[in-house]
Structure formats: C-alpha cells, structure tokens
C-alpha cells in the first residue's frame, strides 16, 4: 500500500492528464520546463520534480482589425508617391453681398446728386442791411418768382408767351412758414397796394422792380412783422424745365381758360399739363375777370405743391434719369440767398410737398377787397399766429383760397 505522502508516479498513464507525457511528442498544451541548474530549490537539476506548468496565456480583449492606410498614386513606373491632387474651389455666388453693394453705391449717388447740383445754384444777397425784425421760432422761406425776360430767347419768348417786356417784377410772391404746428403756403397778390420804403404805398411787386431781393424782403419784414429767413426766387425757363422732369403735374381749372398773351387754352376739370401749360396757368389773371390777380395767386400755390409732390415721388427716387434731370432742372432754376445751404433748401422742397392737403395751410394774404387792400384785423392775427410760430391757431376764417373773409364771398 503506498504512503500518503508521497504521489503518483509521474509516468503513470493515469495521472498523464495532470503531469503530461514525457517527450516532444506529447499532445497536451502544458508541458514540462526542466529549470536550469542552480534555479532548483534545494533539489538537482535531474529531478523530475523540478518541472513547473507555464500558466495558459489568456486572449488580448477585443480590437477592430488593423486598417492599413489608404494607398496612394504612384508617378510613373518608378513607384514613388505624390499627395493627391486638390482641385481649386469654384467662387460661390453671394446675391446678399453684392445686393449691399449696390445699395451702398445707390445711397451715394441719392447723397451725391443734389450736393453737386446745389453747387451750380446761384446765390443772392437778398437781406437788407437796415433794422429787421428779431429772431422767430420757425423757419420762413420768401418764395419769388421773377418774370424776368433776360435770359430767354426770342423763340422761347414767343413759346412761353412772355412778351418782349424789360426790366423785372415778381409775378409770384409766397410765404412759406415751416415750424410746430402745419407748414403754411400763404400768396401775398403782386397788385397787394403796401408800403415800400422810401417809394411810397405802391403794389408790393414794385418793390423788386425798385430795389430787387433786399427791397422786397425789407418790405415784406416791414408790412408783415414776420422774418424771413431764406430767399428762393424761380426763374421762367427754369420752372418750365423743372415741371417737364418731374413728368408732367396736374392741374384742376374750375372753368374752361382760354389766354393767348399766357399760350393758354386748357378745358375745365383736372388734367396733366406740361412745363409751358403749367406756366400759363400759373400765370394767367385774364380768365378770371372777377378776382384776377386773386385766382392767378390761388393758380401758383397749385402749381406749386404739386410740383413738390412729383419732386419727392418715389418714381422719381428710382429712376436715376429723372432724379438727375429734377435736381440739375431745379439748379438751373432756383436762386437762393446767402446762407441757404442744401439742408434748409431740403427742407423747403419737403414743407412744400406737405403744404397743401391735410398736411398743410394754403392761403391767400387775409384782404378786404378785390383792389387787394390788405384786412388791417384778420392780416394782424395772421402774421402774429406765424410770428408765434402758432399754424395751429389760424382758423379757417383766416386762411381762405382768396384771402377774403368767408363772411364777404358767402
């Protein structure tokens, strides 16, 4: 009976699952490792106890297959590599960015354009030199138009209808108040009979044929108490080339008007009228046997506003041709007086756009009769409401189309 202490026989074919077989035929995945002389413990080299089982290796974990990397070109039959070849990138369209770009280049020329006409006006010295009324809120443009024949032609004499008169009056006298309250577009009648200084009571027109500008203003700042702060005088030809570039205006005569000395032959009922149409209507006091001067001043406030209105259509902001021609037309035609600068030109262009309507005030010179002697009372209160700068408070008994009271036409 063997003892407990010792084991199995290593070659005892029983127990060869444990100690493998001998030899380097065995089929097992263990095998016997003979240490090297002196690694023993305590026992020789040749002991067949001395083996020792390499422990089985354990898998590495998981890991995705190794990519090789990508091959590249070869040049030629040499095998050597270049880099792939990179295509340049098409320019991509970018309809924001060059849309901006227009629109800077439109902003400067809607800037540009009236700065370079405003440097072709004329300027004037239309302020007198003697004591004037003091400083007023509000602004008040003296709006002239001058029937000058001197820089006309024959032909454009014998066109318009002018006559071969020399010298100058005004045929046109307005006063257009811009403040607080309503812009106001009020006629002063060129047969308005008035003070002139230093010519006796005369009609106010003579002022200018006396004295020009700084006369008429200085007789319009004594007679009225009102400062005016800017003057703008309109010539013939030009007004007639104004009213061509903006298109044609509108006019509503109330009645058929025939004038041959004014080239006048237009129907009743509103109706476009070209530059020269327009000048004779705005000039024409024959038709109107009754009022005269009266509706020939109602006429020009018309005329007037409505050329405002077609100057500051959107049409004409659009349509580069136009916006030239309006701006270069009105350079041509328009005087102003020393210190009249692009931004109070500006204005005034706008407050007559806005003077007629509801927006606005359009009034004849409050007078007492048809001999155009002015009304001492309703005048009075008038010129304080815009002396106070106070549009607001003129009633309609005093801004009325003729400058009649309404208790006299009924």
């Known amino acids: 009976m063997a003892d407990r202490g010792q084991g199995p026989e290593p070659g005892t074919p029983e127990y060869d699952w444990l100690y493998g077989k001998r030899g380097p035929a065995a089929d097992d995945a263990t095998q016997m490792i003979r240490p090297d002389a002196g690694q023993g413990s305590g026992q020789g080299s040749g002991s067949p106890d001395s083996t020792r089982v390499m422990p089985a290796t354990r898998p590495a974990p998981h890991q995705p297959p190794h990519q090789p990397p990508p091959a590249?070109?070869?040049?030629?039959?040499?095998?050597?590599?270049?880099?792939?070849?990179?295509?340049?990138?098409?320019?991509?369209?970018?309809?924001?960015?060059?849309?901006?770009?227009?629109?800077?280049?439109?902003?400067?020329?809607?800037?540009?354009?009236?700065?370079?006409?405003?440097?072709?006006?004329?300027?004037?010295?239309?302020f007198p030199d003697a004591e004037r009324p003091d400083e007023q809120d509000g602004t008040t443009y003296l709006v002239v138009g001058s029937d000058s024949r001197e820089d006309l032609s024959e032909e454009q004499r014998k066109e318009l209808g002018t006559g071969g008169a020399s010298g100058q009056r005004t045929d046109t006298i307005m006063l257009l108040h811009v403040g607080s309250g309503p812009n106001l577009l009020m006629s002063i009648p060129r047969d308005s009979i008035v003070d002139i200084p230093g010519n006796g009571t005369q009609k106010v027109n003579a002022a200018y044929a006396f004295g020009?500008?700084?006369?008429?203003?200085?007789?319009?700042?004594?007679?009225?108490?009102?400062?005016?702060?800017?003057?703008?005088?309109?010539?013939?030809?030009?007004?007639?080339?104004?009213?061509?570039?903006?298109?044609?205006?509108?006019?509503?005569?109330?009645?058929?008007?025939?004038?041959k000395q004014a080239n006048l032959d237009v129907a009743k009922g509103c109706q476009e009228a070209d530059g020269v149409t327009a000048l004779g209507y705005a000039r024409s006091r024959k038709t109107d046997a009754q009022y005269g001067d009266i509706t020939r001043a109602r006429h020009q406030r018309e005329v007037v506003s409505e050329i405002g209105r077609k100057a500051v259509s959107p049409w004409t902001v659009i349509n580069p041709f136009r916006y030239w021609s309006v701006n270069?037309?009105?350079?041509?035609?328009?005087?102003?007086?020393?210190?009249?600068?692009?931004?109070?030109?500006?204005?005034?262009?706008?407050?007559?756009?806005?003077?007629?309507?509801?927006?606005?005030?359009?009034?004849?010179?409050?007078?007492r009769d048809l001999a155009v002697n002015w009304d001492e009372e309703r005048s009075q209160q008038m010129f304080e409401r815009i002396i106070d700068d106070d549009t607001d408070g003129i009633g309609k008994d005093l801004c009325t189309p003729t400058g009649l009271s309404k208790s006299v036409t009924g």
Request: proline share 6%; with cysteine; charged share 20%.
């Open 72 to 126: 590249t070109r070869t040049s030629g039959s040499g095998g050597g590599s270049r880099p792939p070849r990179r295509f340049g990138r098409r320019p991509r369209f970018r309809p924001f960015r060059w849309l901006g770009l227009l629109l800077l280049l439109w902003l400067i020329f809607l800037v540009a354009v009236p700065i370079f006409a405003f440097s072709q006006i004329s300027t004037v010295e239309a």
């Open 212 to 259: 020009g500008p700084k006369l008429l203003v200085r007789t319009i700042e004594q007679n009225t108490g009102i400062r005016v702060d800017h003057y703008v005088e309109i010539g013939f030809g030009g007004f007639v080339d104004v009213v061509d570039a903006v298109g044609g205006i509108e006019i509503c005569p109330e009645k058929k008007m025939v004038d």
């Open 328 to 367: 270069m037309a009105g350079a041509r035609t328009v005087d102003v007086s020393e210190g009249t600068g692009p931004i109070a030109l500006g204005r005034f262009a706008w407050a007559m756009t806005r003077a007629n309507g509801e927006n606005g005030l359009t009034c004849g010179v409050p007078i």
